[in-house]
């Protein structure tokens, strides 16, 4: 349910920076915005407190987010308390964000190795993925997994290729368990 949630309002925020043609200045607020509610769990909390009622929730929204970043976000937010959405935001905004980088053509690749890739490797992973995928451009995350003991786990999106020695191991043991 909290995935059609923040997918419905996600595509609707979406929607409204096209609209606008603001989805540069919509993604750049946005990812300022996160971060910023990241920063200060304490203002999530009073926005998702059920002792305060929603006329003082709009209030400290137009409050702290009015003049600061653009209206109509502004009014999405307000439409979001409105409509007991609020405790989605996070999921909402980051759907958003997601949309956007798939309009654009930005494609998000995880990278799990079993040890730190140097630069020429990993600008050598980048360039295969753009070959073999529609993007025009990658943002990566890397991060190293020891019990991986050696290949790579590329994950974009809901695609994943698993080449690491773990995995073939782990085949290879299912294999041996069936032949005896």
Do not use: W
């Amino acid at each position: 349910m909290a995935k059609l949630v923040s997918a419905t309002y996600g595509d609707a925020l979406f929607s409204l920076a096209c609209e606008e043609h603001k989805e540069d200045a919509f993604y750049d607020e946005v990812t300022a915005l996160q971060q910023i509610l990241k920063e200060n769990p304490d203002f999530s909390a009073l926005m998702n407190h059920p002792k305060v009622s929603k006329e003082e929730k709009e209030k400290v929204l137009e409050a702290v987010f009015s003049g600061r970043v653009d209206a109509e976000l502004t009014g999405f937010l307000l439409l979001l308390l409105k409509k007991d959405r609020y405790a989605d935001l996070d999921a909402i905004l980051t759907h958003f964000m997601a949309k956007v980088k798939e309009y654009k053509g930005i494609g998000v690749g995880y990278v799990r190795s079993a040890i730190e890739l140097n630069a020429a490797q990993k600008q050598q992973i980048e360039a295969k993925l753009l070959e073999t995928t529609s993007y025009h451009k990658m943002e990566m995350h890397y991060t190293v997994e020891p019990a991986l003991i050696g290949g790579l786990v590329i994950r974009i999106g809901d695609h994943v290729v698993d080449s690491s020695i773990r995995t073939k191991l782990d085949g290879l043991k299912r294999e041996l368990y069936k032949v005896s």
